[in-house]
């Protein structure tokens, strides 16, 4: 109670109070939620960086085992070791004298109809701006203008050293882009927003040109037209996804085969040779140095600027001149060295009987917090006992793969890399590199660097090193360098920099894994060779979302890819679910779920932030996984009713399924013999744990060659062609008949029934074969 | 009696793997430290809605004495798990949030204009104000 007035200014308190109440309880829920998404944000980065390395392993396990078999595999038949030679050893052209020799592309015909750019050489500006026009314009260029400027180029990256150096004295900036990764969009707005190239405006262009986005041939056209229309500004070097190996299986081959199906092989022989002699390094003004990955311990710059860069064609694990041809040149080194640096190969049994193996892969997350002592790469094992323990169950393993590929063997593994190396030499006439020159391009083409110090094998992605700061320090102190541009890593804000700003990553393919994932960013070198990033986000739509939709969308595409994970795993996951059931109630705690999904797929994600995503919310939080199971199929299948444990199979090696057959497919026909998918079907059943049959094999190779001619025509049998398991048509898996036919010798011609739908996920029908064993 | 503690140990055991994963998630450098900047990320999202002022209570409490800028999983685990387990920073319900705007919007429009609340939110007198214990 009071005057008048007081108990006015007393209410006008309390209503500014209560104002202010009310907002600060709405900034304490806004808070919340802005953390929830960025969480969100977080978790669904880790999920695509995850399983994008998942995929670089497996690539790259496969081809190790691949090369394993190569080099210990002794064929019984003349046959099969010419398939085997054919299939392994990488193709190399002798091109040279083909270069002298007026080239093929000469005899290609242009049509009066096509409306597309016409180069002629040698290149003016205005063809190169032609063909970003013609580009953007959805054109495409004639395979004959494609060839002659592939020739050009070629002839052009000859005349340049492996690291190029350039100096700022002649161009007013120099702009440095990254990874494009065929995304036509990025390059042509960084080329809108910062202009042409020009004598006053230099690139570098950092690598992973190719590959995943669908106009790869486009980038590379333009980016060879302005090289050699500005050889001093326009430079290129040279990433890990220059390589045909990489690319049989991240797009590009396919995306060549596509838009050139007559010439398409042609251009691809004529890539692989050009990507090899791509210049490894960029140095600018002996300062800064740009490399696509990174560096190691042992990077050694004066080695690297003298190899001869074009002996490495791929950066798979190669054939490297034999340790005794090279001791003998080296006049009597110690034996010590050489001889246990083989690598164990990973399929082997090896945390058994041996130390970390550099080459143990591990999953996303677990690397970063390892520990373990710094490895140099390739070095810790010693020992020839060691090597002497390695053999023998090198031996035992072998002998066993052998016996499931129904392949005799006879004589001993020394026999066999002699052989193997005498296939080397009539393959190819070119010297292979050595051990150290090889290495020493992976790493530059595959490290990251990492917060610890040291240099550790970058086991995620099967190649190349881990890099700390000390190691950057030490490169830079060596060779008296201010700091690197290197890229090879996705960031969200399309650039990174790390070790005390000494080392800028630069990422320039926008929206990577998914529309609104990321940004691209390029940097300009400014005078003293400040860096000046810019970004950018080239998509229209994502400017229209908020914040949240745009997070949304690339979370939903994440949990989508994640749930395919899943279900490819599902027999796995269902035994990890059953030793938390030890009731066998059919029930088991969310908690239990997380640890065992984890063990499963070991992708070190954090599965109970997800879990809400993935598991319905169940009643005190129990789960019952098999119906947890069932749905997670049912999302994944089709119309057709496939047998859902092989199609598991399938999931879980189809990419590896496609590169396979790529690989078979050496020249690039589009088809492949009846005998060629035998023999490569019986040494991958046994790495696939698929029991099949010798009949079975043959049955089915059969069945899927349509016309008889005794040819698969790959294209059709990836794309259209769809087999369905009559006998399970719908209901309970585990109640399949398939079961039982296991027991059966053999399958028993189940009747397969075709149906020609055209579909790209029919791949998957060929391998609708008997049952896995459980 | 020793079924409650059975099962208190099996709360407090999850609640360790759902603070850990929350944590590892902004562990950059996987040395088991955050900025503390993102402190305030990673309670939000365990559920927990602390105000300003107690946050940054909470932040003193597992700063290190000479403050880094980083937190440390080990001091940050303990703190973690008592909030959890006594519920503390419960989010706000619907309703509640509901008439926090309804107050702010004094004319009863249904709405408020974005330079409106731009001011309502950014104004500091009210960290001073959450101390008053709302």
Not at chain 1, 129 to 145: C, D, G, M, S, V
Not at chain 1, 765 to 772: M, V
Request: with cysteine; charged share 25%; aromatic share 8%.
């Amino acid at each position: 109670m009071g005057s008048g007035t007081s108990t006015r200014h007393h209410s006008a308190f309390q209503n500014a109070e209560r104002t202010f109440k009310a907002a600060a309880l709405i900034q304490r829920w806004y808070r919340r939620y802005v953390a929830r998404l960025e969480m969100r944000r977080r978790c669904t980065w880790s999920i695509f960086q995850s399983i994008e390395y998942a995929g670089q392993q497996d690539q790259v396990k496969l081809h190790d085992f691949f090369s394993y078999l190569m080099d210990h595999f002794i064929p019984s038949s003349h046959n099969e070791r010419e398939f085997l030679t054919r299939m392994f050893t990488e193709d190399r052209f002798t091109q040279d004298p083909e270069m002298e020799k007026c080239s093929d592309y000469e005899s290609i015909e242009v049509p009066d109809s096509y409306t597309g750019p016409r180069l002629s050489f040698p290149l003016l500006p205005d063809h190169a701006t032609a063909l970003i026009e013609a580009f953007r314009l959805k054109q495409q260029l004639h395979a004959r203008y494609v060839l002659n400027l592939l020739y050009e180029t070629k002839k052009h990256l000859v005349q340049l050293p492996n690291i190029n150096r350039v100096s700022t004295c002649y161009s007013e900036e120099i702009t440095v882009c990254g990874d494009l990764h065929g995304q036509l969009d990025d390059l042509i707005f960084i080329f809108y927003k910062n202009g042409l190239p020009s004598p006053e405006r230099s690139y570098v262009f950092n690598g992973d040109f190719v590959d995943r986005g669908k106009d790869s041939v486009e980038i590379l056209m333009i980016l060879f037209a302005f090289m050699l229309v500005y050889p001093k500004e326009f430079h290129l070097n040279r990433g890990n996804h220059e390589d045909h190996m990489v690319n049989l299986r991240y797009g590009f081959t396919k995306e060549v085969m596509n838009k050139y199906k007559i010439h398409g092989k042609e251009i691809l022989r004529t890539l692989q040779d050009v990507f090899c002699w791509l210049p490894l390094a960029t140095l600018i003004d002996e300062k800064v140095l740009i490399l696509h990955g990174g560096v190691s311990d042992i990077t050694d710059l004066e080695l690297l600027d003298k190899i001869e860069r074009n002996k490495i064609v791929s950066t798979m694990r190669c054939k490297t001149r034999q340790k005794s041809e090279k001791q003998m040149e080296e006049k009597g080194k110690a034996n010590r060295k050489s001889s246990a640096q083989e690598p164990i190969p990973w399929f082997l049994p090896q945390s058994r009987s041996l130390p970390s193996s550099p080459l143990r892969l591990s999953s996303y997350k677990a690397h970063k917090t390892n520990r373990s002592s710094s490895i140099p790469c390739g070095g810790c094992l010693d020992g020839r006992e060691l090597s002497r323990q390695v053999r023998s169950s090198v031996e035992l393993e072998l002998e066993r793969c052998r016996q499931q590929a129904g392949l005799l063997v006879t004589g001993q593994k020394e026999e066999a890399s002699r052989s193997a190396s005498e296939a080397d030499s009539e393959a190819g006439e070119l010297q292979k590199p050595t051990q150290e020159e090889w290495r020493q391009v992976v790493d530059i083409l595959w490290s990251d660097p990492m917060a610890q110090e040291g240099c550790k094998a970058n086991t995620i992605r099967g190649g190349g090193c881990y890099f700390g700061p000390d190691v950057t320090q030490q490169l830079l102190q060596k060779y008296n360098l201010q700091f690197l541009i290197r890229s090879h890593e996705c960031k969200p804000e399309g650039y990174e920099f790390c070790h005390n700003r000494k080392v800028l990553t630069i990422f320039s393919a926008s929206n990577y894994y998914e529309v609104g994932s990321n940004r691209g960013a390029y940097v300009k070198l400014g005078p003293a060779l400040t860096p000046h990033i810019v970004q950018y986000q080239a998509n229209k739509v994502t400017n229209t979302l908020t914040m949240r939709q745009r997070i949304s969308r690339v979370e939903e595409s994440a949990l989508r890819a994640l749930r395919e994970k899943l279900f490819a795993h599902s027999s796995d996951l269902l035994s990890e679910f059953k030793k938390h059931d030890a009731d066998k109630v059919g029930l088991i705690t969310l908690s239990d779920w997380a640890a065992a999904v984890e063990s499963v797929l070991h992708l070190g994600l954090p599965w109970r932030m997800l879990r809400s995503q993935l598991v319905n919310s169940s009643a005190d939080n129990m789960l019952e996984y098999k119906s947890w199971l069932k749905n997670l199929a049912k999302e994944q299948l089709s119309h057709e009713n496939i047998q859902s444990s092989l199609l598991e199979t399938l999931y879980r090696n189809r990419s590896n399924l496609e590169t396979i057959f790529r690989i078979i497919d050496s020249d690039h026909s589009g088809f492949i013999s009846l005998d060629e998918f035998r023999q490569t079907w019986k040494l991958l059943s046994s790495h696939m744990n698929i029991d099949i049959t010798d009949d079975c094999i043959c049955d089915l190779a059969r069945s899927i060659d349509f016309n008889k001619d005794g040819h698969i025509d790959i294209n059709e049998f990836l794309e259209a062609f769809r087999l369905v398991e009559k006998s399970c048509l719908e209901g309970d898996t585990s109640e399949c008949p398939q079961a039982t036919n296991a027991k059966d010798s053999g399958c028993n011609s189940p009747a397969f029934s075709v149906s020609a739908h055209c579909n790209s996920a029919s791949w998957v029908q060929t391998i609708l074969l008997p049952q896995p064993p459980e | 009696m020793a079924d409650e503690k059975d099962r208190e140990e099996i709360i407090v055991a999850e609640f360790h793997k759902k603070i850990k994963e929350a944590f590892e998630v902004f562990d950059h450098e996987s040395n088991n430290t955050v900025d503390v900047r993102e402190i305030g990320t990673i309670i939000r999202s365990l559920g927990c809605c602390p105000t300003e002022g107690e946050l940054h209570d909470l932040i003193a409490e597992v700063e290190e004495e000479e403050p880094t800028g980083y937190i440390r999983f080990e001091k940050f685990l303990p703190v973690m798990t008592e909030i959890l387990l006594e519920r503390r920073y419960r989010p706000i319900p619907e309703d509640v949030l509901l008439r926090a705007f309804e107050v702010l919007d004094s004319a009863k429009r249904g709405f408020l204009t974005k330079d409106e609340l731009i001011k309502y939110m950014t104004e500091e007198d009210r960290v001073s104000l959450c101390r008053l214990g709302w």
